[in-house]
């Protein structure tokens, strides 16, 4: 037994925010972006993540012909919620409806997509009928806008996928390598406590001077821990499958960096047409890559039976992870 994609959905805001709206912000160009990212543009939202997740979720229930009293499991990937608690998960739940489904966050950043889909796997082992994966962020919340080597990365979206058992055998590779946290990290804010001094965690590990509730990011050291972990995933997931990398017929990987795709799509021998692409058009928003590309392949009747589906995500943590599934 193994997963079945029963419908997907997503969600993008409508202002789209260009290059060129960066130049009056931060020293920057459209080539200095396009040349080492990719991205052209990408959106950013007015409204509250969880309701972009709703918006995924219900495009997503309406594409499987399902209620949402049908879910038994929400499992909802950000690392952008409007609240510390309760769990996007949870709100959501309530707002859809979904009053048969237990539902709880998973924070694995940009990989999060990924781990949700292996945890789903586990639970429809167990009995469970419909799993909803919502994935959305809300970046822009969480982005030095006077940081100009991270400021044009990041944007806004949520995507969603309903999963239940199926035929097509499904397969994960994940990993961690914790001593890399540094590199890529928000910090929470911080609360003046009257009876203690808090120790700052930049002076016990040594992690680099950040804005408080604003991404770091070590580019370098990301961009070499992602290319050797997009490669390492997919080729562990492919022969836990029976089969190498060359025979995916998709790929949907993180949408962090052009250049990073092209480098992975190197390293396997793949051709870079193997991989879905939409940098371009909506930047790096974490979770939601992934299921985004799932919707888009979706929508446009590339999702066939016998498909055999790669996907792969990288993020904070540092963590990776890659799965492979057959339509």
Known sequence: MGIKILGTGAWLPENIITNEDYTKIVETSDEWIVKRTGIQERRITET???????????????????????????LCTTVSSDFITPSMACVIQGRLGAKNAIAFDINAACAAFVYALDMANMYLQNGYRHILIVSAESLSKITDYTDRSTCVLFGDAAGACIVGQGEGRFVSSLGCDGTGAGSLFARQHKNDIPFVQVQDPQEIDHFPDARDGAIYMDGREVYKFAVNAMAKALTEASHKFGMEPAELDL????????????????????????????????????????PVGLDSLNREGLLKPGCRVGLVGFGAGLVYGGCVFEV
């Open 251 to 290: 790929i949907v990987p993180h949408q962090a960096n052009l250049r990073i795709i092209q480098s992975a799509a190197k390293e396997l021998g793949l051709p870079l047409e193997r991989f879905f692409v939409n940098i371009d058009k909506c930047g790096n928003t974490s979770s939601a890559c992934i």
């Open 48 to 74: 509250p993540t969880y309701i972009m997740a709703q918006r995924a979720a219900e495009a997503a229930l309406e594409n499987a012909g399902l209620q949402p009293e049908d879910i038994d499991l929400i």
